[in-house]
C-alpha cells in the first residue's frame, strides 16, 4: 500500500471537519429532536369542528337548564303543598331520653317521699327522744353510783380517822397511867354483902392487916379488909370479888400465880 503524502491527508482532515461542522449545524436547528413530518393546518375544517362542538356544548346547557328548572319548581310546589322535614344533626352530649307522662313514677315517688317523711318523724320524734332521755338516766345514774361511792369512802376515811384518835387517846391514857402510879383504895367492911372475896391474906392483929394493904394500895391495887367474924380472929385482905363462886375462883386461880397458893375465896 502506498503511503499517503502530507498534503493528502490534511484534506482529509479538512473534509471531516466540514462533515463534522455541517452536522452540528443540523442539530442547533432542530434542537436534538427526532424529525417530525408535518402538513399545513385546514383552517376550513378547524372553523367546522369548532362550530359543531359550540353547538354541542349549549345543546348540553340547554338540557342542563331545564332540569335545574324542573328541580327548582318541584321544590317549591314541595314548599307550598308539604312541609318540609327537618334534618336532624346528632351533636354528641345532645341526646335527651323521651319524656314519660306515666303516672307510676310520679306515684312511687310520692309513696317514697311519704315514707321518708313518716320514717323522719319516727326517729325525730319518738326514737331520738326515748335515746336521749336513757343516755340521761344512764348518766344520772352513774353520778348517783360515783357520789355513793364517794360517800361510802368518806365515812370509812372518818371511821378510820376515829379509830386512829381512839387508839392515839388510848395510848396517851396509858402512858399517862404507867407515868403516874395508881394508889390502890383501902375499904373495911364489918357487915355481910352477900357477895364472894378473892382472899389473899390474912393477919390476927388489925394494924398488920392494915399496913399490907398499904403496901398493895402503894402498887395501885384496890383491896377489901373483912373484920373478923364468927370464930374466927383474923382479918382477911382480898383484892376483887364477884357475883358467884364460880368467878371469884377462876379469879383466884389467875392469882395464885402472883400472890401465891393461899389465895381463896370467902363469901361475906
Excluded: C
Amino acid at each position: 500500500m502506498a503511503k499517503k503524502s502530507k498534503k493528502d491527508e490534511l484534506d482529509d482532515n479538512e473534509d471531516i471537519n466540514k462533515d463534522t461542522n455541517d452536522d452540528l449545524n443540523e442539530a442547533d436547528d432542530n434542537f436534538g429532536l427526532p424529525d417530525v413530518e408535518y402538513q399545513p393546518l385546514d383552517r376550513d375544517a378547524e372553523e367546522e369542528e369548532s362550530v359543531e362542538e359550540i353547538e354541542r356544548e349549549e345543546e348540553v346547557y340547554s338540557s342542563v337548564e331545564e332540569r335545574e328548572e324542573d328541580v327548582y319548581a318541584n321544590e317549591h310546589d314541595d314548599d307550598y303543598h308539604t312541609p318540609v322535614e327537618e334534618q336532624h344533626v346528632y351533636v354528641p352530649g345532645s341526646y335527651k331520653p323521651p319524656k314519660d307522662d306515666s303516672l307510676v313514677p310520679k306515684i312511687l315517688a310520692l309513696i317514697f317521699v311519704v315514707l321518708l317523711a313518716g320514717v323522719g318523724i319516727w326517729y325525730f320524734g319518738f326514737y331520738r327522744p326515748d335515746q336521749k332521755a336513757q343516755e340521761r338516766a344512764k348518766i344520772e345514774q352513774q353520778r348517783k353510783e360515783r357520789e355513793e361511792q364517794q360517800r361510802l369512802a368518806a365515812e370509812q376515811a372518818e371511821r378510820e380517822r376515829q379509830a386512829a384518835e381512839q387508839a392515839r387517846l388510848e395510848e396517851e391514857r396509858r402512858a399517862e397511867e404507867e407515868a403516874e402510879p395508881k394508889v390502890g383504895t383501902i375499904e373495911t367492911i364489918s357487915s355481910r354483902t352477900g357477895r364472894y372475896y378473892v382472899v389473899i391474906a390474912s393477919a390476927i392483929d388489925e394494924d398488920l392487916a392494915m399496913d399490907h394493904a398499904k403496901k398493895l394500895s402503894a402498887n395501885g391495887v384496890s383491896t377489901t379488909i373483912i373484920e373478923p367474924f364468927g370464930k374466927s380472929k383474923f382479918h382477911r385482905i382480898a383484892i376483887e370479888n364477884h357475883d358467884t363462886w364460880a368467878s371469884a375462883q377462876n379469879a383466884a386461880n389467875d392469882l395464885k400465880g402472883e400472890y401465891g397458893e393461899g389465895v381463896w375465896v370467902i363469901r361475906y
